[in-house]
């Protein structure tokens, strides 16, 4: 794309209204707009690295056989009355609204509920389990201070599976899939070697213990106790002497780090099936409890923890894969009409360009190349034409290499 | 995939509280379930489907210079009163919530508003224009009755695209570019040739007409007045012989008929960004207005028309380009190392196929890719392996054709 074309716009100025880190420089590098505390919009580049980030999780949910749906945002009273997860004294972060009739209704802040209640349409035997099914969807919690930027939103976007099954050893077969596709999502995000599974408190209605995904960050709201050569941890909310036998972890050989949670994944017994009345009939006819799992990954608070964390003083640094584009174009002098054919030159080979054509000084085209992150810039000058050679510089390591036109497209 | 994976089956009952065909069929089918009334959640075919419509839509709006966004659902309620659009007197389907603090919001039903509160941050000189903006996004509308299934939703998927722009030479050219672009994406739907530019009125604060796109249709809900030759339309609203001359029509030589909407386009004047206090400076230094447009597809709503529109007493039959699969795959007999055998190589070449691999007698699979409307069906028998053929029916026509394997992948 023409930067000239793009409607957004860098900004200088540091956002006064914000504290934290990713959302001032979302905003300042033109990908996201505030519309107030916890809620924002994506602009072009914005939403293109959250698409990416989808793409990458949805990859992932597919091959261990996930089903994509997408469940409404709009949900009725009487559905999470049954499972008591209605009154505000329950769940203290709903949003609620009324039908013209006057009929209670909340805005969807998880969706076991609704997905039980939607496959209990089509679960009644044995033959039609296990199940797998996600959705990619906006969701929203009242929250009452919200000042994480894309970490912690009141509207945000989140991929949540379910998983079903008949018996407890298939529930553990399918949580241990669900694990191991987490982990090659943040393998994936470049996240993988800082990111461990952590153990934390698995809820009123389980003996077990919850798994979270925690990166490393000095930022981090959490504090785990990491056994580094296990690449296991366990939550500073639940590190007691027995919960350590429990998990097989030795107190000596843990280190305490500050974390940032970018997944979860729950058992959940029977809780929501046997509350909403959904069993299953064995090979003998008889009805059985459906055991249940959940797993949550946050895709615009990744963005956010990704933002936050590749971030330099120059501004943001995007892994390859989720980058908006993966060249920033410039042409410094009077070197128009080589950098336009290299533009298009790298568009027909499928390369996304984000061609900086705007009337402006070389510093700001260079400044902006870095508060945007993008993963490469391409500078054509007189210089670099003279030698038939165009120069690539490296946004993450700042390494430089002169290159003639075709080893780009084959570096690429 | 394989159908005894899809958690998803089809249904010989007609559900008792849908009214509308579409929404009957696409239930049957297994393609959505309804939450509430006008509120719907997309199961996997069904939101191939939806995605399906959605590419399209997408790439017809980035080729005329569209740049897509994702504005939010939550509104703030003083954005909307700068409009008057807050008060439910003045707009009767507002969903509104309330932050925890109290302060109200609302479910975005349209977003003129928050776009150009958006784009106020980056437009300031006339080298910022002209912008075409979009985004594909869930609405709330809060009808009083929602008994058309898909085609009336208080939840529901919509494109809106924003044009601004700085004179109105420069507003028509726009707005005429983005009614090319909807005749095309009628066109790639299959319905270019049953669907008519409509003239409609253009609200109280412009003297042009609005323009819709009516699809002709038995079941629709609008009259049209047409002019085959001309393939422009008068909605019944505004036919009058006042009208007729504006628009050049000749009344003998219109034809009136029944049609469904499926996009409407608004020139919105000043009205949004004088509210809202949008300007932009000329060459001259003068601050000067900015001239909107707008541009709705409802692309839910799209999906239940073509499902309607297509659907024959056997179910529903859906365009190649948005089924959500080519093929529906049956093995009749002791068949299955040479079904299954077909089913990898259709694969291999990227042909989505539904593999009917289940334990059920071969005339539910029949009646199963009719219902689901999947435009081919292959069929592989001792009979046709004999011959090593295959037999290839169109779910459209009906037509029956023996080819070889590699004749069948040739031909798709």
């Not at 089509?122 to 009242?142: A, W």
């Not at 296990?230 to 639940?238: G, H, V």
């Not at 400044?367 to 993450?396: F, H, W």
Request: aromatic share 8%; proline share 3%; net charge neutral.
């Amino acid at each position: 794309m023409r930067l000239s074309q793009l409607f957004t716009k860098t900004s200088k100025t540091v956002p006064a209204d914000e504290q934290a880190i990713n959302a001032k420089l979302l905003i300042q590098a033109g990908f996201i707009h505030k519309e107030m505390a916890g809620v924002y919009a994506y602009l072009p580049l914005g939403l293109k690295v959250l698409d990416n980030i989808k793409q990458i999780v949805r990859e992932e949910m597919n091959a261990i056989g996930g089903q994509e749906v997408m469940m409404t945002v709009l949900q009725p009273r009487e559905l999470f009355e049954k499972t008591d997860r209605w009154d505000d004294k329950k769940v203290d972060n709903w949003f609620k609204t009324k039908l013209d009739n006057g009929s209670e209704l909340g805005l969807g802040f998880t969706h076991e509920e609704p997905i039980v209640n939607t496959l209990s349409s089509y679960v009644n035997s044995y033959k039609d389990l296990p199940i797998f099914v996600y959705q990619i969807q906006t969701k929203f919690r009242n929250e009452k201070r919200a000042k994480s930027g894309l970490l912690r939103g009141r509207e945000f976007i989140m991929k949540d599976m379910y998983s079903l099954a008949r018996t407890p050893a298939e529930h553990d077969e399918l949580y241990e899939r669900a694990a191991t596709a987490y982990t090659k999502v943040y393998d994936r995000l470049g996240i993988g070697d800082i990111t461990y599974r952590t153990a934390a408190d698995g809820g009123v209605f389980t003996k077990k213990f919850s798994d979270e995904f925690q990166t490393l960050s000095p930022l981090g709201e959490d504090t785990i106790y990491l056994d580094e050569a296990k690449r296991l941890a366990i939550n500073n909310e639940i590190y007691t002497d027995a919960n350590l036998v429990k998990l097989g972890l030795d107190k000596s050989k843990l280190v305490e780090k500050r974390a940032v949670e970018v997944g979860n994944i729950f058992p959940l017994e029977t809780k929501y099936t046997n509350a909403l009345g959904v069993y299953y009939t064995d090979k003998n006819g008889q009805q059985q409890p459906i055991i249940m799992g959940c797993y949550g990954i946050g895709i615009s608070r990744l963005m956010g923890v990704l933002a936050e964390h590749f971030a330099d003083n120059k501004g943001l640094v995007w892994p390859k894969n989720i980058a908006p584009a993966q060249i920033y174009l410039i042409g410094i002098g009077d070197v128009v009409k080589d950098t336009t054919g290299l533009y298009e030159k790298l568009q027909q080979q499928g390369i996304e360009v984000l061609y900086d054509d705007r009337d402006v000084h070389p510093g700001q085209k260079f400044a902006d190349s870095e508060l945007m992150g993008i993963p490469y810039r391409v500078t054509l000058s007189e210089k670099t034409l003279s030698q038939n050679k165009v120069e690539l510089t490296n946004r993450s390591s700042g390494e430089i290499k002169l290159l003639t036109a075709d080893e780009l497209v084959a570096r690429l």
